[in-house]
């Protein structure tokens, strides 16, 4: 069936969801969303943090696409399912912010909010918020009362203190500094009287703060600076997730390639732990588990064995190639973006094009080949299987994709012949003994080469999948 003979009903109508979003937490414990595991993790970390001593900073280290935002999310609704308060800040998101304490006291603000029937709490919390424009960047208080509307309830003295701080009045630099000095001494005093909002049985206060590594490194630094200098409080512990690696570089980036990112790290973080990287199937599934992907297989007569083929088979190329975690969501992006394209009435195996998408991306030289000469075929299934095919052990369900992949350079108009193709497969499985686990998939490779199926023409559907391959790939997946 030609690529240009269906017309645009064909097509899904759905957008595609690219983003992976949050999982949707809910108010459950063990949570549902909690797919790969991470309840134990959490419920021992739990006790640690809310009965430490403090202030304190601990830093959840994982590559990306660790799965930092989700544990984190999953760790708060474990900290609600206890009665305990726990504050969220995304830093990437705020870091257009002139000073990152402002998004800090926001965060704040909404929770102490909530305490209108605890006057001195309210009262406590509405001192430190005076005394923000004496601790705040000067450039960016007009830019605070504009965007709050006066929501922050900045004090007049310190509104004049602001004004002298950014040139319309020229003052003393030690008075301006002594001020600086007072207002922090202030502030720190009153939200430690605000902490008291806290349940009786919850010592600390968990702040999370998330994405800081996706954050301009300027912006990260200033959110380092400011949790160590301006809330370093008792009954104050900030959790930061991040890419301990990819922060320490955002650093060098400021400071020089010679400046030592990691060790200037260690100034503000106390605690470090490193997120337990999750079994690779395991992710694997979670990530084929996106909705777009699960409309596509449920509608195909085979989806239900699909999917597990899908799974299966990634999971062993994965680990043919080392891929990260980063490297399976960039690959399970592009083949939903390929899935999306494709009509509904196409009949292309979604494990044939993970295969064709990692081929061109570990040898794009044997690939073009391939895309051009269907006699290769063998030589991109011993590159696959890395190893002689006559001696390496056949993954499940590799027979069958062996199988597409050799009948797809079939074209009755062209006259092509696979004999020369299938005929060392045929030798082979008449060479193993008929217990050896090679055989069942040496059947269905044959078998399906041999297959006639009148109705389908490979042959189109090669040089579609190839288009689109070749397409999708021109696409830089963003992180």
Partial sequence: ??????????????LIPLRINPPNVHDEWPCAADKLDRSKEIENLTPVLLNVEAPLVFAIDAPW????????????????????????????????????LLPMLSVLDDWLATQSGKPAIKEAWNKAKE??????????VAAVKAATFGALDLGKEYEKLASDLTGD?????????????????????????ALDALPEDQANLIIFVDELDRCKPTYAIEVLER???????????FVLAVNRDQ???????????SFDGLNYLKRFIDLDYSLRIPDRKAYIRVKLQQQDLQNHFAKRLEGRNEIETVVNMLFWLCGRFDYTLRDIDQLITRLRLIIRSINKRQDLYAVV????????????????????????TNDVIAFLLEGDIKTTPLPKSFGTICGWLIKS????????DLDPIIAPWEQLKDELAQNDPRQRELTNLIQFVRSIDSWRNYSDLRGMAFNRIELISQIDIAD
């Fill in 1 to 14: 069936m030609s690529d240009n003979s269906v017309n645009s009903n064909d097509y899904p109508k759905k």
């Fill in 65 to 100: 696409g660790g799965g930092k935002t989700t544990f984190i999310k999953l760790w708060q609704q474990f900290l609600k399912y206890e009665g305990k308060e726990s504050l969220y800040l995304n830093a990437w998101e705020s870091d257009f912010a002139e000073d990152p």
């Fill in 131 to 140: 005394c923000a424009p004496g601790i705040i960047k000067a450039t960016a």
């Fill in 169 to 193: 009045a020229v003052g003393s630099l030690v008075d301006s500094f002594n001020v600086k000095q007072k207002s922090l001494a202030k502030f720190k005093h009153q939200l430690s009287v």
């Fill in 227 to 237: 949790i160590k200098h301006l809330f370093d409080i008792d009954r104050l512990v």
């Fill in 247 to 257: 922060l320490s570089k955002s650093i060098q980036g400021v400071y020089g390639p």
């Fill in 353 to 376: 094009l993970l295969c064709m998408l990692v081929l061109r991306q570990e040898d794009n030289a044997l690939y073009q080949r391939f895309k051009l000469d269907v006699s290769c």
């Fill in 409 to 416: 350079g079939y074209d009755e108009d062209r006259n092509i």
